[in-house]
């Protein structure tokens, strides 16, 4: 936890401008709500939302990079002799366990998705944070087998990783919307998880990363 009180205040400004956004956006979709309504909601001037998030998308998706740094670390701090697509299979379990916000499925995130579904910027952008995400993968990847990135066993590697973790996720959250029930989308998100890991080991056999 930080103890600057500078930093505290950046983070805490920078909170109260994505939970504003993210109200709005979940009220009244996301392409209706303006950069001007958010500062106002948020309390702020309109250049100080910019100077915090770039791109309006950037306080819908405002966890990306904490998602990327959980990977890394996952990816950095393996377990003694287990390999990179089993510790990320653990990973999605230990995240479950933890109900991380990462792999929630409940109301609140059902009306997340339909937030994106409903924005052709938001999905688009949900595309590239995928593709910036198996980039970030095939890095990690490449470093423990000391590799270069663009090594196509590497970028194999990375993106069924990423389409695994992707349909997993898409699809525990058709479980919830269908049942309403969050111990069922964690059993459908999690069999998943382990039936594509299975696929990704026996596509990559013979290789580092298994």
Request: proline share 3%.
């Amino acid at each position: 936890m930080p103890t600057d009180l500078r930093t505290r205040k950046r983070l805490a400004t920078r909170q109260s401008i994505s939970l504003a956004a993210t109200r709005l956006f979940l009220e009244r979709g996301f392409d209706n709500v303006t950069v001007d309504e958010i500062a106002a909601a948020a309390e702020v001037g309109r250049m100080t939302v910019f100077n915090y998030f770039p791109r309006k998308e950037d306080m819908f998706f405002d966890r990306d990079e904490e998602a990327h740094d959980v990977l890394r670390e996952a990816l950095r701090q393996p377990a003694a002799g287990v390999s990179p697509v089993e510790t990320l299979r653990l990973l999605a379990h230990r995240l479950i366990a933890q109900r991380s916000p990462f792999v929630t499925f409940s109301a609140d995130s059902k009306g997340f998705i339909e937030t994106v579904e409903s924005s052709e910027t938001l999905k688009a952008r949900a595309r590239a944070m995928r593709d910036e995400l198996a980039q970030t993968l095939a890095a990690e990847l490449a470093q423990s087998a000391g590799t270069d990135p663009a090594d196509g066993q590497v970028q194999l590697a990375a993106g069924l990783l990423v389409a695994t973790w992707t349909v997993a996720f898409l699809s525990a959250h058709r479980v919830f919307q269908a049942k309403r029930d969050t111990a069922a989308a964690n059993v459908a998100f999690l069999a998943l998880i382990d039936q594509g890991s299975l696929g990704v080991k026996a596509a990559l056999a013979a290789t580092p990363f298994i």
